[in-house]
């Protein structure tokens, strides 16, 4: 019987997850196969039920249904509770369906090989206050950041995402605006600068100004189509340590991976399958 997972979101505009995981599926002598589900929202709950067959192994979730599948879990890992997002499913031995988080977990990976040296007592900015930087902001007090600056255009909502996090860890956490002078002066103190916004994707320009930033600050940019936004433009420029989302997909798709199947190691087999399309700006699902 070959076992399914499936994709859920709307729209789904890339296949950069499929690819990777038809090819560990190969490589690891697997019969499953990924697929993409673009529904409506009141589709999506049958889709969950469905996934509590026994020839599934689970599901991964993308915007904008992370909260609404969270709540059709039969249970769900505390970590993702915290962060408020569940983007992947596990369809357990019973039948039920555990939800759980992988894009903080791959978030740290990738920023770590990113900066070359753990997030332990490191000095943070972000840009943004939506699903991805909860994630962002979660990895980073989670492994012991020594102070995360939040920066967003409505500081109601990085004030929201600092309050849910107060308690994580035992650095500090501030929101501002983006254009307060405070975000500005936390620039000037960071070791990483991380752009979770749209913008250099969706939006033209930039969140951070990375002439604020010392010299020896890391630049991490979730946004991997383009590969190259304006903000990796200017940072590579200064001389700065730059990556973009492309390595946390990975890990974060290698994580989940592992959780479906016990089989480890595969980041490598994924990070050959998508190459071609993380290039190729115009890859679409």
């Keep these: 019987m070959t076992q399914r997972i499936a994709l859920i979101g709307k729209p789904l505009r890339r296949r950069h997850s499929q690819v990777m995981h038809d090819a560990a599926f190969a490589a ?3 019969d499953a196969r990924y697929e993409l589900l673009e529904l409506e929202a009141d589709a999506v709950e049958g889709a969950v039920n469905e996934a509590r067959g026994p020839d599934w192994l689970g ?3 993308t915007a904008p249904y992370k909260r609404l599948v969270a709540g059709l879990c039969d249970l769900v890992e505390a970590d993702a509770a915290t962060i408020g997002a569940v983007n992947s499913v ?3 031995a019973t039948g039920d369906l555990l939800g759980f988080n992988t ?3 791959g978030f740290r990976a990738a920023v770590e090989l990113a900066m070359g040296r753990p997030l332990a007592g490191v000095d943070v900015v972000v840009a943004g206050a939506g699903g991805a930087a909860h ?5 980073c007090l989670s492994a012991g950041a020594g102070r995360v600056t939040i920066g967003n255009r409505t500081v109601s909502f990085a004030r929201e995402l600092a309050k849910r996090f107060v308690d994580i860890g035992a650095g500090s956490i501030t929101a501002v605006a983006l254009r307060d002078p405070a975000f500005a002066a936390a620039l000037r103190s960071a070791d990483l600068a991380v752009n979770a916004t749209t913008v ?3 939006e033209s320009g930039s969140t951070i100004e990375v002439e604020q930033l010392p010299a020896g600050a890391t630049v991490f940019d979730l946004v991997y189509v383009p590969p190259e936004t304006p903000l ?16 946390m997909l990975i890990q974060q798709a290698a994580i989940a991976f592992e959780r479906w199947t016990s089989v480890s190691g595969m980041a490598g087999v994924m990070r050959a399958a998508v190459a071609p ?3 190729d700006a115009s890859a679409r699902a």
């Design 135 to 139: 994630a962002v902001v979660f990895a």
């Design 232 to 247: 990796l433009l200017a940072a590579r420029a200064r001389g700065l340590r730059a990556a973009n989302g492309s390595e």
């Design 103 to 105: 894009d903080a977990p």
């Design 277 to 279: 399309l993380l290039v």
């Design 90 to 92: 596990a369809r357990t």
């Design 200 to 202: 250099g994707m969706l």
């Design 59 to 61: 599901l991964q979730v």
């Design 28 to 30: 690891a002598g697997i």
